[in-house]
């Protein structure tokens, strides 16, 4: 499976942005996505996962700011950010994670750079 990520740019502080990330192929219905950064000198860190379940989790950082969620039919995960702050500047992923006959898949997204600055 290919995930394709987009919707990265530049914004305020206090501005929203709306990533996406697009499946090839069908993979919501047994797959946990999330939505991963990492800033410069940084490890990459969670921001937010979907289960296939449709559970969601994030961390303490975005919480409230952040809403992670997927449209079916489009075969594409979605990442609503508000409030935006210059510490969410980063280049986020998408990743694709399940497992099948013991062996786990794991597929990333391409990333793309949110850059929050006035």
């Known amino acids: 499976v290919q995930l394709q990520a987009s919707g990265g740019g530049l914004v305020q502080p206090g501005g929203s942005l709306t990533l996406s990330c697009a499946a090839s192929?069908?993979?919501?219905?047994?797959?946990?996505m999330g939505w991963y950064r990492q800033a410069p000198g940084k490890e990459r860190e969670l921001v937010a996962t979907?289960?296939?379940?449709?559970?969601?989790n994030y961390a303490d950082s975005v919480k409230g700011r952040f809403t992670i969620f997927r449209d079916n039919a489009k075969r594409t995960m979605y990442l609503q950010m508000n409030s935006l702050k210059p510490e969410d500047a980063a280049v986020y992923y998408c990743?694709?994670?399940?497992?099948?006959?013991?062996?786990?898949?794991?597929?990333w997204g391409q990333g793309t750079q949110v850059t929050v600055s006035s």
């Open positions: 990743n694709a994670r399940w497992w099948s006959s013991g062996t786990q898949y794991d597929y």
């Open positions: 192929r069908s993979i919501f219905s047994f797959a946990n």
């Open positions: 979907l289960t296939s379940g449709g559970s969601k």
